[in-house]
């Protein structure tokens, strides 16, 4: 599984510190507790707060694993370095910022996530939507934002179809609302040869612009520079659509004199884990290791 892999892609040998930048339901916290004992991760969360499961998920760890090797801070990724420097290098009485072994990305949204309707994220469920993006953005910012962070060929109808419907019949409010207009709109033919739902494309644009998600991604790949132990420390980055995969890979790319890429382009995941999870149908994962003074000119 794409989880195993990416704990296997870690920093080995010895006591470990690790930092799950997606914490969530804890699945990578697990892997990497189990396949290095006695190492601690710092799990990272945004969400921590504002959902339950997480906190549960976490509770279950700590009785699993033991207390001192959890802790879950409630940050956006984007404040990776902050954490360390603060919370950490304390705690380490070290004179440098780079303490971490491996740090891990899950940049899509969870299966908990996507599971809960109120998190707003499921068009399969009846949820909250973010109502100032869908109800008063105009339709050319509409079709931009779905092009660019959907990466939608028919971005021009779903936008136009949205200002339609709000203007003519009501705003919109739930997620469901929105998933049914795009079906809708959609024609029988392109959805029966589609493997994913019509509204996947226009859900993930919302959400990437919402969250600021990939400049966050830049900030925090540009920390972990500045935070993995030079030599060892390992970079795994999972992503699950276009732009944030080129983010990663124009990173690795531009820092080759800090980063030596572990893996040879990009892991995706074989058909039998696709058929086990179908959400990580479009995961691609990535790995480098932090260097000092790489001359190598490497093909990503």
Same mark, same amino acid.
């Given at each position: 599984?794409?989880?195993?892999?990416?704990?296997?892609?870690?920093?080995?040998?010895?006591?470990?510190?690790?930092?799950?930048?997606?914490?969530?339901?804890?699945?990578?916290?697990?892997?990497?507790?189990?396949?290095?004992?006695?190492?601690?991760?710092?799990?990272?969360?945004?969400?921590?707060?504002?959902?339950?499961?997480?906190?549960?998920?976490?509770?279950?760890?700590?009785?699993?694993?033991?207390?001192?090797?959890?802790?879950?801070?409630?940050?956006?990724?984007?404040?990776?370095?902050?954490?360390?420097?603060?919370?950490?290098?304390?705690?380490?009485?070290?004179?440098?910022?780079?303490?971490?072994?491996?740090?891990?990305?899950?940049?899509?949204?969870?299966?908990?996530?996507?599971?809960?309707?109120?998190?707003?994220?499921?068009?399969?469920?009846?949820?909250?939507?973010? &109502?100032? *993006? $869908?109800?008063?953005?105009?339709? =050319?910012?509409? +079709? #931009?934002?779905?092009?660019?962070?959907? /990466?939608?060929?028919?971005?021009?109808?779903?936008?136009?179809?949205?200002?339609?419907?709000?203007?003519?019949?009501?705003?919109?409010?739930?997620?469901?609302?929105?998933?049914?207009?795009?079906?809708?709109?959609?024609?029988?033919?392109?959805?029966?040869?589609?493997?994913?739902?019509?509204?996947?494309?226009?859900?993930?644009?919302?959400?990437?612009?919402?969250?600021?998600?990939?400049?966050?991604?830049?900030?925090?790949?540009?920390?972990?520079?500045?935070?993995?132990?030079?030599?060892?420390? &390992?970079? *795994? $980055?999972?992503?699950?659509?276009? =732009?944030?995969? +080129? #983010?990663?890979?124009?990173?690795?790319? /531009?820092?080759?004199?800090?980063?030596?890429?572990?893996?040879?382009?990009?892991?995706?995941?074989?058909?039998?884990?696709?058929?086990?999870?179908?959400?990580?149908?479009?995961?691609?994962?990535?790995?480098?290791?932090?260097?000092?003074?790489?001359?190598?000119?490497?093909?990503?």
């Amino acid at each position: 599984m794409i989880t195993n892999r990416s704990a296997s892609s870690s920093s080995s040998g010895g006591k470990k510190l690790f930092i799950d930048a997606t914490f969530g339901a804890g699945g990578y916290t697990r892997e990497i507790l189990r396949a290095y004992p006695g190492c601690k991760v710092i799990g990272i969360d945004t969400d921590y707060y504002n959902n339950p499961t997480i906190k549960e998920n976490e509770k279950l760890i700590h009785e699993e694993f033991g207390k001192e090797r959890l802790e879950v801070h409630c940050v956006n990724f984007r404040e990776i370095k902050k954490v360390v420097q603060e919370k950490i290098v304390p705690q380490l009485k070290s004179d440098t910022s780079n303490v971490i072994d491996g740090i891990v990305f899950d940049l899509g949204v969870s299966s908990m996530q996507l599971d809960q309707g109120h998190r707003g994220f499921s068009f399969l469920r009846e949820g909250p939507l973010a &109502r100032d *993006v $869908v109800n008063n953005m105009s339709e =050319l910012d509409l +079709r #931009i934002m779905i092009t660019k962070f959907g /990466e939608d060929d028919k971005a021009y109808r779903i936008a136009k179809a949205i200002v339609d419907y709000r203007n003519n019949v009501k705003p919109f409010e739930t997620t469901l609302e929105l998933a049914n207009l795009i079906e809708k709109i959609t024609p029988f033919h392109e959805r029966k040869k589609k493997r994913i739902h019509p509204a996947t494309k226009t859900f993930q644009a919302i959400r990437i612009f919402v969250n600021d998600e990939l400049s966050a991604l830049q900030n925090a790949l540009y920390a972990s520079k500045d935070i993995l132990k030079i030599g060892t420390g &390992r970079l *795994v $980055v999972v992503s699950y659509h276009s =732009l944030e995969d +080129r #983010i990663t890979k124009d990173f690795m790319k /531009e820092n080759q004199d800090s980063f030596k890429k572990i893996t040879k382009g990009t892991i995706i995941p074989d058909d039998a884990e696709v058929e086990f999870n179908v959400r990580s149908r479009s995961a691609k994962l990535r790995c480098a290791q932090r260097v000092e003074n790489n001359r190598t000119d490497e093909d990503y």
